[in-house]
């Protein structure tokens, strides 16, 4: 139950004194959730007594339990607790998420390691079957992503996003085979759950992740994904950017492990656009 979207629902149907216990908790619900009944109750302005019936018109069995449920809504964050300020001109962020888009491309250039990328194609390479997972916004998008650029130079990849196909495909994976994961947070349990089916029967595993997550640890070679949110939570994370660019990188280094061999087969691949699509010379390769 989210507390917070009960309390605000029903705010037009509280007694004043309800109302007083409502506005004491949603001005500020980490000092609610950690409070004692009696310093909420001071906060209010109301008695004891009043605290445990405005958690009865929350359908709370008692005070504990409100205070549990105003406990597990404070997790989220204060940042989406208070907000933040909406910019009094729209364009004003325009610069802001360009500056973070920025700063998060130059801390995963910084942070990469040319062995782990070097790591990767080498599994990839030697790979006898290669697949992809991916759930969520970005990581769906990316896993995606890989499949285009890993199949134009030969290594067919397919990416999966389903969570019972994940578990089916998992089941199917062996020694030979390769898993790649992309998962920003690391933490997504049915993720988890498709990866450790695949480790179980021996696949390898290929992650881009945060480096200290429990996908992470899993793996046989992680491409690390750093995580900066900001205060601004209106917009998109940056952190897909280092994603992007990661994926990029593993493809350019896939291709030039064999530059002769990929030049032929971006070659076929630029024909073969061609002959249907007739654009120009310097269009993007199947973009």
């Given at each position: 139950m989210d507390?917070?979207?009960l309390i605000r629902s029903r705010l037009d149907q509280l007694s004043p004194t309800q109302l007083k216990v409502a506005e004491a908790i949603l001005d500020d619900v980490r000092f609610a959730a950690s409070a004692g009944i009696e310093q909420l109750a001071a906060k209010a302005g109301v008695s004891p007594a009043a605290m445990?019936?405005?958690a009865k018109a929350m359908d709370c069995e008692d005070i504990r339990t409100l205070r549990m449920r105003l406990a597990q809504a404070a997790t989220v964050g204060q940042r989406f607790l208070d907000g933040s300020p909406a910019p009094a001109e729209p364009a004003s962020f325009f610069g802001n998420i360009v500056s973070d888009i920025e700063k998060t491309l130059r801390r995963h250039l910084a942070g990469f390691d040319e062995q782990q990328?070097?790591?990767a194609v080498d599994l990839i390479s030697q790979a006898d079957r290669l697949v992809a997972f991916g759930m969520g916004?970005?990581?769906?998008?990316?896993?995606?992503?890989?499949?285009?650029?890993?199949?134009?130079?030969?290594h067919m990849l397919t990416a999966y996003h389903d969570p019972v196909l994940m578990r089916i495909t998992a089941a199917t994976l062996g020694p030979h085979d390769l898993l790649i994961v992309l998962s920003t947070t690391g933490i997504t349990p049915e993720l988890l759950?498709?990866?450790?089916?695949?480790?179980g029967y021996g696949t390898r595993l290929l992650a881009l992740t945060r480096p200290d997550s429990p996908l992470a640890r899993r793996a046989d070679v992680v491409l690390p994904v750093f995580?900066?949110?900001?205060d601004f939570i209106y917009k998109p994370t940056a952190a897909r950017y280092g994603m992007l660019l990661a994926v990029d990188i593993l493809?350019?280094?896939?291709?030039l492990r064999q530059p002769e061999h990929s030049q032929e087969l971006l070659?076929?691949?630029k024909l073969a656009l061609d002959d249907y699509r007739h654009g120009e010379d310097r269009l993007p390769l199947g973009d």
């Open positions: 507390i917070l979207y445990s019936r405005f990328f070097s790591a916004g970005g990581s769906t998008v990316f896993s995606d992503e890989l499949q285009f650029r890993l199949v134009r130079l030969g759950a498709a990866v450790d089916i695949a480790r995580l900066d949110e900001t493809a350019t280094e896939l291709a070659r076929r691949v």
